[in-house]
């Protein structure tokens, strides 16, 4: 049998933990045949403790014949130990009042601290994920407070938005989703992200031919995948949660096991690439292999694009901005 995987999670509490760890447990994210280890991470706070016992004593009725152990945490330099995987769920979320520049701020602090921890602690070859918003730039803080793992280790969450590109995409050409292939996302996990389809393929077809009409993507497409979370949240009166959780299995399994020469979509420290300055938590088309992405090379940027691509660079930098201070 395989030794089994450590895999961390903050936030394990939280709403899209009590969608995220079943489905860990089961198989979905590292395979069916990779035993796994959970150490969940929450706030030093009663009440979210005891919601964490209650959603580890549902984990344990499920009897999950993968999962080897499983442990409570209130302190990360315990909760990292040792973690193959860790996913970074847990952010503070925008309280009443609070302006973004206070809101990027508690969650530098917060990612600072984890970014440390996992330096400290956690497996050299650790994998990061983080979810929690805003993703891209809690990311760059986590990254850049672990200076003694390398940089490739920590991405940020694009598959929520690459998932919703895929299934619009489905929607308007009346083709199975599992069909598309060479579809991506450029940028920020935010509304100024850039789902590209101009690559796009269904069974060897240009989607971008099928579909020929610019302003459906400029006027609908764009728009639909960029406010579908203020779209869910207007519906459901909470935020994405499941499809944000699937997001992350389908993130981590691709990452760890391979998409097998197809091309997805990762938040990664830009090596430059498309003149994205380099370090920059980018979303960019990859393709994944022995637990490695690697950037789609040589596709041409038109206008448009440059366009899309240059302002969610420039939110982001302007993010980035904003925190520097705050990194040592
Ligand atoms: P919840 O508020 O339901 O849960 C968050 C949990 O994190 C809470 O239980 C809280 O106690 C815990 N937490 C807060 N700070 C922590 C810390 N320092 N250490 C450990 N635990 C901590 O939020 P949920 O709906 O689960 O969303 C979690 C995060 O994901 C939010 O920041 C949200 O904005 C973000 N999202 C990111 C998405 C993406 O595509 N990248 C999409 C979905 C989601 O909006």
Request: charged share 20%; aromatic share 6%; proline share 5%.
């Amino acid at each position: 049998a395989k030794t089994p995987m450590r895999v961390a999670v903050t936030g394990a509490a939280g709403q899209i933990g009590y969608s995220l760890l079943f489905r860990i447990a089961n198989g979905d994210m590292l395979g069916k045949d990779q035993p796994v280890i959970l150490q969940l991470l929450e706030i030093n706070d009663e009440r979210a403790q005891k919601a964490l016992k209650g959603v580890m004593m549902e984990i344990d009725d499920c009897a999950f014949p993968l999962l080897a152990g499983m442990s409570a945490h209130a302190d990360p330099l315990t909760a990292f130990k040792d973690a193959d995987v860790a996913l970074l769920v847990g952010a503070r979320p925008r309280g009443p009042g609070m302006e973004r520049k206070d809101l990027l701020e508690a969650n530098a602090q917060i990612f600072t601290v984890q970014g440390k921890a996992l330096d400290a602690v956690a497996s050299r070859n650790v994998k990061v994920l983080v979810v929690g918003n805003p993703a891209n730039t809690n990311a760059y803080i986590a990254m850049k407070s672990a200076p003694s793992l390398p940089a490739k280790n920590f991405t940020a969450m694009l598959r929520l938005d690459h998932n919703r590109a895929a299934s619009q995409i489905a929607a308007k050409t009346g083709k199975p989703v599992a069909s598309i292939e060479k579809l991506f996302v450029w940028g920020n996990h935010s509304p100024t992200m850039y789902a590209d389809y101009r690559y796009a393929e269904i069974d060897g077809q240009s989607v971008k031919t099928m579909i020929n009409d610019d302003a459906w993507n400029k006027d609908t497409f764009l728009p639909t995948v960029g406010k579908r979370g203020g779209a869910i949240i207007e519906a459901r009166g909470l935020s994405s949660a499941a499809s944000a959780a699937n997001a992350a299995i389908d993130h981590v399994h691709d990452w760890v096991l391979g998409t097998g020469g197809k091309w997805t979509t990762m938040g990664i420290p830009s090596d430059g690439s498309y003149g994205i300055p380099e370090g920059v938590m980018f979303g960019f088309p990859v393709t994944t292999e022995n637990g490695e992405y690697k950037i789609v090379q040589g596709l041409s940027v038109d206008a448009f694009s440059q366009e899309r691509i240059n302002i969610t660079l420039n939110e982001l930098l302007e993010e980035q901005n904003g925190v520097k201070h705050l990194l040592g």
